[in-house]
């Protein structure tokens, strides 16, 4: 899952995003509004993580301008301000929840979990393709019942797949969805991570789930998928 941080101070930005990469996360970060707005219409995020006082334009701009979009992201508001007044404004702005700052990290993530677990398109914690289960909770990818082990790149790549199974995702696609921005090579980075999963998730059974449709890219289905 990718998730956009907007936060204009480098100490805190620095310690969310070290967090969230080692739980597997893709983090982009911008360190104004604008780049945050920009970022937010550029790229499909899992969720934004939001400061409230930034340069450029203010997170409850940034928020306004989201929502009047009709994008149903989820919206984590951080901020140094706590009074209840300010809380029930970003509610009623489109805001999802809300984070004093100073924060724990350990706070930070079962509240992004949490968002992320209730969010708007498939957020089934459980995703199931035939035999083959991923669990985004406790990250645990199973087949016919037995544990598969994955790295977390190959974990992003078969969770973006099962989120949207059925559906052919194009290489460039699961590049935007699964890797960062300072990611700048080539699109065949996915082929191999794909073929790293299908040695582990596909070779060692006879049905296969994990299917390449020349030309457009990959998809994820117990059938044959016509194109
Ligand atoms: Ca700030």
Do not use: C
């Not at 969720?47 to 203010?58: A, Q, Y």
């Not at 990290?105 to 914690?125: C, D, H, M, N």
């Not at 199974?165 to 699961?174: E, F, K, Q």
């Amino acid at each position: 899952m990718r998730i956009l941080v907007v936060e204009d101070e480098d100490k805190v930005s620095r310690f969310v995003v070290k967090g969230l990469t080692a739980e597997r996360f893709a983090v982009d970060v911008a360190r104004d509004g604008k780049t945050g707005w920009e970022l937010a219409q550029t790229y499909q995020y899992d969720l934004i993580i939001l400061d409230l006082m930034l340069p450029g334009l203010t997170g409850g701009e940034v928020l306004n301008r989201i929502r009047k979009s009709k994008s149903q992201v989820p919206v984590l508001i951080l901020t140094a301000r706590d009074s209840v007044s300010d809380k029930v404004d970003h509610f009623e702005a489109g805001a999802d929840d809300y984070l004093t700052k100073p924060f724990a990290f350990a706070e930070l993530l079962v509240r992004v979990k949490a968002l992320l677990r209730r969010g708007p398109i498939t957020r089934a914690s459980v995703l199931r393709t035939g035999d083959l289960e991923l669990d985004r909770l406790s990250q645990q990818v199973k087949r016919a019942g037995k544990r598969v082990e994955l790295t977390s790149k190959e974990y992003g790549v078969l969770e973006y797949l099962m989120a949207n199974a059925g559906r052919v995702l194009s290489r460039t696609m699961i590049l935007e969805h699964v890797w960062d921005q300072s990611f700048d090579g080539a699109t065949n980075i996915v082929d191999v991570y794909v073929r790293h999963l299908r040695s582990k998730v596909d070779d060692p059974h006879e049905r296969k789930l994990i299917r390449t449709i020349r030309g457009l890219g990959y998809v994820i289905s117990v059938d044959e998928v016509e194109t």
